[in-house]
Each structure stands twice: as structure tokens, then as C-alpha cells.
């Protein structure tokens, strides 16, 4: 039964996560220009999509300093 809980939790965690997504998708829509095609919308949302997941990879430390990176291409810091 506590399995079936969990599930459920993350079910509804999921669902939320979807409803928030196609919200932001209908937002995203809305502020472009009337005329933008199909490019420009997989555009919209690939550069969304980079940018939530550098900012997700910094919140989680996962990212270098700009010294590190300089260090690691032999340039000087």
C-alpha cells in the first residue's frame, strides 16, 4: 500500500509539472509576434529549455567558474 502512495505522490507531482509546463507553453505562444512560424517557436523553446537547465546545474553546483574553465583551455586566469 505505501507503494502504491508513492506512486500516486508522484503521479500528482508529474501531472502538476505538466499542467505548469503546457501554462508557461501557452505563455511562451502568446508572447510571440502574429506570423512567427514553427522554427520560430522550437527556437522559443529550445533557448528556454538551455537556460532552465543552466540554471538547474548551477542551483546543484554543477558548474564550473569562469578561472576553472580558463584553466582548463591553458589560458591565463
Do not use: C
Amino acid at each position: 500500500m505505501r507503494i502504491g502512495a508513492n506512486n500516486t505522490i508522484i503521479k500528482k507531482k508529474v501531472y502538476m509539472a505538466i499542467e505548469t509546463i503546457k501554462q508557461e507553453a501557452k505563455k511562451l505562444i502568446d508572447r510571440m509576434p502574429d506570423g512567427s512560424s514553427w522554427d520560430d517557436l522550437m527556437h522559443e523553446i529550445y533557448v528556454r529549455q538551455t537556460i532552465e537547465a543552466g540554471l538547474a546545474d548551477s542551483k546543484a553546483g554543477k558548474t564550473k567558474g569562469v578561472a576553472d574553465v580558463r584553466k582548463s583551455f591553458g589560458l591565463k586566469v
